[in-house]
């Protein structure tokens, strides 16, 4: 079959939407399918890539709790992705038997709904990752309750865009999302768009990874940072915990190596890079300080060797919003069959999807100073200490025990038959 992979935010090999896409290109062609990747003509040409969209990734915030505004952006899109149609026609290549979307922004998921209603009957899977309310951080007013609300409205109307397109057309449409957090966020929305409550599916990046455990003769790692170094990801924290570190004597630092992972495309400071270039020299060996690409197999068996992770995520920011690194950790040291603890704030998202697999969660009690690093220093060593015999639960089985791509060929099988 001809499957499409809608992602018209994939305009960087940094990030996840690299991984995953490329994740899903070599497991559905290997199952036989004739697979293409729509992505933004930023993107250098790559196999089964095919440049399509521009300017309708992660664009003008400000839009996406405007409804003029997101109906603006999908019609842009929605006329790029007819071009690409087009020119198939014009070639003689058939329609997509299979319609493939993760990760949709609201006003994204309305330009696939307003393609959709004229195209021929296809199956249509879409993987939800955003919450309802999500901004991304991108509106700020006087009332963000009411930001949040008219972000409700958006997605709302994207779920209705997109089942009146599917019972128009005659689309199979299957809506799933890798967090039951989320799932629970829409099911208001998809109730009264008369959709289904939705599938909870393997998280889309980690899940079904292959490791090897650590030897018992391997010094554990603790994991600082892994890549962005966008606002709200922990990585002021995690400086202020490495600068802590080099401020102790030497014989007070815990007897593990520290893991750094800086690789990102919003650029380091001149003063933060150089932060990291001392705590290298100072603490040699100690310091796994990684500032390159790292393939995903490399960073599986690198968080397969960390008991201990820390994500000092904003709460505010990701109080309903997913981690792929979360989850690539914890995928990560369940299938090394180890224990897994994260060091953070407490209250959000990544705490209450962490426990519901059994990973424990050590929520800082500071409040006054983000950046103390002590502090953090601290709640990494209580962490250490603290690990015990793995207890992850069967939802983790389900979320980290199988690769999505499994999950989409299952559904293309449902297709079939």
């Given at each position: 079959m001809r499957v499409v992979i809608v992602d018209p935010s994939y305009a960087s090999p940094v990030g996840h939407h690299q991984e995953l896409n490329g994740a899903l290109l070599a497991a559905?062609?290997?199952a036989g399918h004739s697979?293409?990747?729509?992505?933004?003509?930023?993107l250098a040409e790559a196999p089964g890539l095919r440049r399509v969209s521009c300017g309708c990734g992660y664009v003008d915030q400000r839009h996406w709790a405007d409804l003029a505004g997101s109906l603006h952006l999908?019609?842009?899109?929605?006329?790029?992705?007819?071009?690409?149609?087009?020119?198939?026609?014009?070639?003689?290549?058939?329609?997509?038997?299979?319609?493939?979307?993760?990760?949709?922004?609201?006003?994204?998921?309305?330009?696939?709904?307003?393609?959709?209603?004229?195209?021929?009957?296809?199956?249509?899977?879409?993987?939800?990752?955003f919450a309802p309310g999500e901004t991304l951080s991108g509106m700020a007013g006087p009332d963000p309750t009411r930001l949040r609300q008219q972000a409700g409205t958006i997605s709302r109307t994207a779920h209705q865009a997109l089942v009146q397109a599917c019972r128009q057309a005659g689309h199979q449409l299957v809506l799933g999302s890798s967090s039951a957090t989320t799932l629970a966020?829409?099911?208001?929305?998809?109730?009264?768009?008369?959709?289904?409550?939705?599938?909870?599916?393997?998280?889309?990046?980690?899940?079904?990874?292959?490791?090897?455990?650590p030897a018992a003769a391997d010094s554990p790692l603790v994991l600082l940072h892994w890549g962005d170094r966008k606002p709200d990801k922990g990585w002021q924290e995690a400086l202020a915990a490495l600068r802590a570190l080099m401020l102790r004597d030497p014989v007070q630092r815990p007897p593990w190596r520290w893991l750094?992972?800086?690789?990102?495309?919003?650029?380091?400071?001149?003063?933060?890079?150089?932060?990291?270039?001392?705590?290298?020299?100072?603490?040699?060996?100690a310091l796994l300080w990684l500032d390159g690409p790292v393939t995903s197999a490399e960073m599986q068996q690198l968080l397969a060797h960390c008991p201990v992770a820390l994500l000092a995520y904003s709460p505010s920011t990701y109080a309903e919003r997913s981690s792929g690194v979360l989850w690539c950790f914890g995928a990560a040291r369940h299938a090394a069959g180890l224990p897994a603890q994260a060091v953070?704030?407490?209250?959000?998202?990544?705490?209450?999807?962490?426990?519901?697999?059994?990973?424990?969660?050590?929520?800082?009690?500071?409040?006054?100073?983000?950046?103390?690093?002590?502090?953090?220093?601290?709640?990494?060593?209580?962490?250490?200490?603290?690990?015990?015999e793995p207890v992850w639960l069967p939802a983790a089985d389900q979320a980290l025990g199988r690769p999505f791509a499994a999950w989409v060929l299952q559904q293309l099988q449902l297709a079939r038959g």
């Amino acid at each position: 079959m001809r499957v499409v992979i809608v992602d018209p935010s994939y305009a960087s090999p940094v990030g996840h939407h690299q991984e995953l896409n490329g994740a899903l290109l070599a497991a559905l062609t290997a199952a036989g399918h004739s697979v293409e990747i729509w992505a933004d003509e930023a993107l250098a040409e790559a196999p089964g890539l095919r440049r399509v969209s521009c300017g309708c990734g992660y664009v003008d915030q400000r839009h996406w709790a405007d409804l003029a505004g997101s109906l603006h952006l999908a019609a842009r899109l929605r006329r790029q992705f007819e071009t690409a149609l087009a020119t198939d026609a014009a070639a003689g290549i058939p329609e997509p038997a299979v319609w493939l979307a993760h990760g949709l922004l609201p006003f994204q998921q309305i330009a696939l709904a307003q393609l959709l209603q004229h195209q021929p009957p296809a199956r249509v899977v879409v993987s939800l990752m955003f919450a309802p309310g999500e901004t991304l951080s991108g509106m700020a007013g006087p009332d963000p309750t009411r930001l949040r609300q008219q972000a409700g409205t958006i997605s709302r109307t994207a779920h209705q865009a997109l089942v009146q397109a599917c019972r128009q057309a005659g689309h199979q449409l299957v809506l799933g999302s890798s967090s039951a957090t989320t799932l629970a966020l829409h099911a208001p929305l998809l109730e009264a768009a008369a959709l289904p409550a939705g599938q909870l599916h393997p998280a889309v990046v980690g899940a079904g990874c292959q490791v090897r455990p650590p030897a018992a003769a391997d010094s554990p790692l603790v994991l600082l940072h892994w890549g962005d170094r966008k606002p709200d990801k922990g990585w002021q924290e995690a400086l202020a915990a490495l600068r802590a570190l080099m401020l102790r004597d030497p014989v007070q630092r815990p007897p593990w190596r520290w893991l750094f992972h800086s690789y990102s495309l919003q650029p380091w400071a001149p003063q933060e890079r150089e932060l990291l270039h001392q705590a290298s020299q100072q603490l040699g060996d100690a310091l796994l300080w990684l500032d390159g690409p790292v393939t995903s197999a490399e960073m599986q068996q690198l968080l397969a060797h960390c008991p201990v992770a820390l994500l000092a995520y904003s709460p505010s920011t990701y109080a309903e919003r997913s981690s792929g690194v979360l989850w690539c950790f914890g995928a990560a040291r369940h299938a090394a069959g180890l224990p897994a603890q994260a060091v953070g704030y407490g209250g959000h998202w990544l705490q209450s999807e962490a426990e519901s697999l059994g990973m424990g969660w050590r929520a800082a009690t500071m409040v006054a100073d983000s950046l103390d690093g002590e502090s953090w220093l601290g709640g990494i060593e209580q962490a250490m200490t603290a690990i015990a015999e793995p207890v992850w639960l069967p939802a983790a089985d389900q979320a980290l025990g199988r690769p999505f791509a499994a999950w989409v060929l299952q559904q293309l099988q449902l297709a079939r038959g």
